[in-house]
């Protein structure tokens, strides 16, 4: 689109504007200073308290007004923009593993971070505090309809279950928010504008227990559990629509010679369809049932399971022309970049759930091992990541 190419051009060459796309380059020791110092305070998903405080201070700092929400969620807006319209950039705090010292995350000589949490999400933080820095410096767009909210969010990871970025989109909530960025790892390759539903849930089966001679024939909880996952992973369609499940964690017993008297899994399930998400969670009832009448045909003892629902992240998605998906593609035009479209499961999943304008990308840079003890990031490249997140910004608040 001619017209919004040139919206790009001319947004990139306002005085403003240009003033905090260069603030990007001239401060990027700055930045890695603060990616290195929030990744080492841990956050833990439930646990993100300290590092949203720290964040909160440092959005003082730069001049925002920051508050922690009820949720735990940090806000941080523009005291001169307190009645405008809003559009939400977006960082999630908790990381999946937490350092358990300062030194579990280093920075070598070349400026690569190593550590849990340094590329999910440090790099979405780190990039959330430049581009606040980067608006105090340079003053871009305090005259545009719309204004900025930076969010740090909680709750993105495993059982959080969206907590921050459904509180933020509740009934009655912050309904001042017309659309939502949300930046989410490194990269610029990549668009999520679909959302990837998906559905968690703790198996658990409990039996009397008992001495592993003496009490034999008392029916076996991982047994019957493991019994369980065989049936399932046998039988779950391995046809489109794409779909995965993910047994994660097991657990259950005591000692090698005890029969357990509890055992315990919980699943991730997910796929682009909710048809097949529902067809998913009902085979995994019925494989769970089966094994426990199994067991219990072959215990002198009897066994029963629970099945409890822990996580529903719902689907969604922008449609093909949706506004803030042709200015994604226009900024991604006007700096070269060749992205993608994707579906993934992020924070984007509740407001586009919901019908709210949103997408998830990458912070420039690159990353991997993510959710893993030997994660990375190297920051090389990621100037191009803000500037795609500025210009992208600009767009949403002077045309939304």
């Not at 305090?142 to 907590?163: K, T």
């Amino acid at each position: 689109m001619p017209a919004l190419a040139q919206s790009v051009a001319d947004l990139s060459a306002a005085t403003g504007v240009r003033a905090a796309l260069d603030w990007f380059r001239r401060e990027r020791a700055w930045i890695l200073d603060q990616h290195l110092k929030l990744c080492r305070i841990p956050a833990p998903t439930f646990f993100e308290q300290k590092r949203a405080e720290w964040i909160a201070a440092r959005f003082r700092d730069l001049e925002w007004d920051a508050k922690i929400d009820r949720a735990g969620n940090v806000v941080a807006s523009l005291e001169s923009r307190r009645d405008a319209p809003l559009i939400a950039v977006t960082a999630h705090l908790d990381t999946v593993l937490a350092p358990r010292a300062p030194d579990d995350i280093k920075l070598s000589s070349d400026g690569k971070l190593f550590g849990p949490g340094v590329s999910d999400n440090g790099a979405g933080l780190s990039a959330l505090l430049a581009l606040a820095a980067a608006w105090q410096a340079a003053k871009p767009l305090n005259d545009s309809p719309l204004a900025p909210v930076l969010i740090a969010n909680v709750g993105e990871e495993g059982e959080g279950n969206l907590s921050g970025m459904r509180y933020l989109c509740r009934p009655n909530g912050t309904t001042r928010i017309k659309a939502f960025l949300v930046l989410d790892g490194p990269g610029t390759d990549r668009i999520t504008s679909q959302a990837l539903a998906s559905r968690r849930f703790d198996v658990s089966v409990t039996g009397p227990g008992g001495h592993s001679w003496s009490d034999y024939g008392v029916g076996n909880p991982v047994h019957a559990l493991s019994r369980a996952v065989t049936f399932f992973t046998d039988r779950v369609p391995t046809g489109g629509p794409k779909s995965s499940f993910n047994f994660g964690l097991m657990e259950g017993g005591s000692s090698i010679n005890s029969i357990p008297s509890e055992a315990r899994a919980k699943v991730d399930l997910r796929s682009e369809s909710a048809t097949r998400i529902d067809e998913m969670a009902a085979l995994l009832a019925t494989a769970v049932d089966e094994a426990i009448v199994i067991e219990n045909t072959r215990g002198t003892a009897r066994v029963s399971s629970k099945i409890k629902e822990i996580g529903s992240r719902p689907g969604g998605g922008l449609a093909s022309d949706a506004p803030i998906l042709e200015y994604m593609r226009a900024v991604d035009a006007h700096l070269g970049i060749r992205s993608h479209l994707d579906c993934s499961s992020t924070d984007a999943n509740i407001p586009l759930s919901l019908g709210i304008p949103a997408l998830s990308i990458g912070t420039g840079g690159q990353g991997g091992g993510a959710h893993t003890p030997a994660e990375w990031y190297q920051p090389e490249g990621r100037e191009l990541g803000l500037r795609r997140i500025l210009l992208a910004l600009g767009l949403l608040l002077t045309n939304e």
